[in-house]
């Protein structure tokens, strides 16, 4: 790509918008797709190389979206209006993922573990949470169950047993983050996910699995057979 130093400059079919309706959102980079909500740039720095400049300096869309409100505030070329917005679009991609797992039967071990990496990912603090399901194992709700420090958060099988009961669930599919980034089980988690499928065997509700959310990375206690 030559060099310019105003986005009008570009030809049509370098620009974000015009490349996004011409090949779709999917050819874009991240660069291009951020450029698009930043809309403007800044004195002497067209909106991609803002961009650019913004996924360097936080050093993913992750971190950026993670950024608090200072943070976010500090960089020159953006405030709170954009944060604000940046924050709205996160909501919504989350209750889109949302809406498309609670219209489906959960059928697929990757599609439930990408609904809640969208939910749990960038968590500061340890949540834990539950997919309760129908017989059908659509989901009925989603459920932040318990929430913990940087690397703990205490469970409680009994106010699990009550919400699965409340909800009138069938099944259950556990999740929990890790902050550290590391997403192997604890003996804690180990120990905590079998005292939860004997309480859950005594309503006769099934647990199906239990995911461990860590960055990128995701731990599936039924795929290494340990449910």
Known sequence: MESFTRLSD?????KPREKLLDKGARSLSDAELL???????????????????????????????????????????L????????????????????????????????????YLAAE???EQREVFAALFLDNQHQVISFERLFLGTINA?????????????????????????????????SLADKDITDKLIRALALVEINVLDHIIIAGNQCYSFAENGQI
């Not at 996924?55 to 960089?75: I, K, N, R, V």
């Not at 069938?170 to 929990?176: G, K, L, M």
């Open 10 to 14: 570009f030809p049509d079919n370098e």
């Open 35 to 77: 450029a698009i909500f930043l809309r403007t740039g800044i004195k002497g720095c067209h909106v991609i190389d803002l961009a650019r400049k913004l996924l360097l300096s936080f050093g993913s869309l992750q971190q950026l979206f993670q950024a608090s409100e200072h943070e976010f505030c500090q960089t020159k070329g």
């Open 79 to 114: 405030g709170k209006a954009k944060y604000v917005q940046l924050q709205a679009c996160l909501e919504l991609s989350k209750r889109y993922l949302a809406e498309q797992s609670q219209s489906h039967q959960l059928t697929s071990s990757q599609a439930t573990k990408q």
């Open 120 to 122: 749990l990912k960038g």
């Open 153 to 185: 958060a205490a469970v409680y099988p009994r106010v699990v047993v009550e919400q699965a009961l409340r909800c009138h669930a069938q099944a259950v599919i556990f999740s929990h983050n890790h902050p550290s980034g590391i997403a192997q089980p």
